[in-house]
């Protein structure tokens, strides 16, 4: 079992910037796969980025790209999102998740075994 805990979210204005933290339990962080999602009130699950235990990133929605960035460090059992230039549509809660490698693509929500219970990031006009 892998717990999860999302920190950094808050309230930002148009064009601020966070910096998003994921937590992880466990001892074999480095072997997961992490991603990070978020939903907005009555909308579906989106898919923001992905990093495999090498470093290797799977790029986010189109919406994302260029503005957000995922990293990891696994001395510290730890994935980031840092999230820049935000507009009022990124208001969403945002979920970290924890996967073993499959063969499945990543910005598949369900095929994530552990997830966090979410930080709100709401970006003001």
């Known amino acids: 079992q892998v717990q999860l805990v999302e920190s950094g979210g808050g309230l930002v204005q148009t064009g601020g910037s966070l910096r998003l933290s994921c937590a992880a339990s466990?001892?074999?962080?480095?072997?997961?796969?992490m991603g990070w999602f978020r939903q907005a009130p009555g909308k579906e699950r989106e898919f923001v980025a992905a990093i495999a235990g090498t470093g290797y990133i799977t790029s986010g929605a189109d919406s994302v790209k260029g503005r957000f960035t995922i990293s990891r460090d696994n001395a510290k059992n730890t994935v980031y999102l840092q999230m820049n230039s935000l507009k009022p549509e990124d208001t969403a809660v945002y979920y970290c998740?924890?996967?073993?490698?499959?063969?499945?693509?990543?910005?598949?929500?369900?095929?994530?075994?552990?997830w966090g219970q979410g930080t709100q990031v709401t970006v003001s006009s």
């Open positions: 998740a924890a996967r073993f490698p499959k063969g499945v693509s990543t910005w598949y929500a369900p095929s994530y075994d552990f």
């Open positions: 466990g001892r074999t962080f480095s072997a997961y796969v």
